[in-house]
């Protein structure tokens, strides 16, 4: 005979009527895995998911503001967009004004714009911390 759900399975607008709610994640949860995602986006080259959940990570958790930071600044440097890129590095150097890494990041992206002054000296910056 026809076909159909087995008995006691719910199936269309009757399973829905019964189907729990969506369960929500805790903000630290979903930070953890929008990160993690992120990064996995990133490594596969597929740069705007991973600015959008390393966005999302760090609005969910402010711990995260810092290591989110510095990844979005590189892939927005990666993707041409200097003033935003210029705004994370401001943000992370007024707290580590020596970090190496960090100035050195900072130098490749005065580099990618042009500003060969701009990069030289970040650059000396970074090789005397």
């Known amino acids: 005979s026809g076909g159909g759900a087995p008995p006691g399975v719910l ?19 979903t930070a953890r895995l929008c990160l993690r995602a992120a990064q996995e986006f990133e490594a596969t ?17 402010p711990t995260l503001t ?8 590189v892939l927005y440097d990666k993707a041409g967009e200097f003033s935003r890129s210029a705004g994370e590095y401001e943000t992370l150097l007024a707290d ?10 900072l130098g490749y ?6 500003d060969w002054g701009g990069a030289e000296a970040t650059l000396a910056r970074a090789v005397a911390a």
């Open 11 to 29: 199936v269309g607008p009757e399973a829905a009527a019964v189907a729990p709610p969506p369960v929500e994640l805790p903000a630290k949860e």
């Open 45 to 61: 080259g597929k740069t705007q998911e991973a600015v959008r959940l390393y966005e999302k990570a760090r609005t969910s958790d």
């Open 66 to 73: 810092k290591q989110a930071a510095r990844r979005l600044a």
């Open 96 to 105: 580590s004004p020596n970090d190496a890494d960090l100035l050195n990041d």
């Open 109 to 114: 992206s005065h580099y990618c714009r042009g």
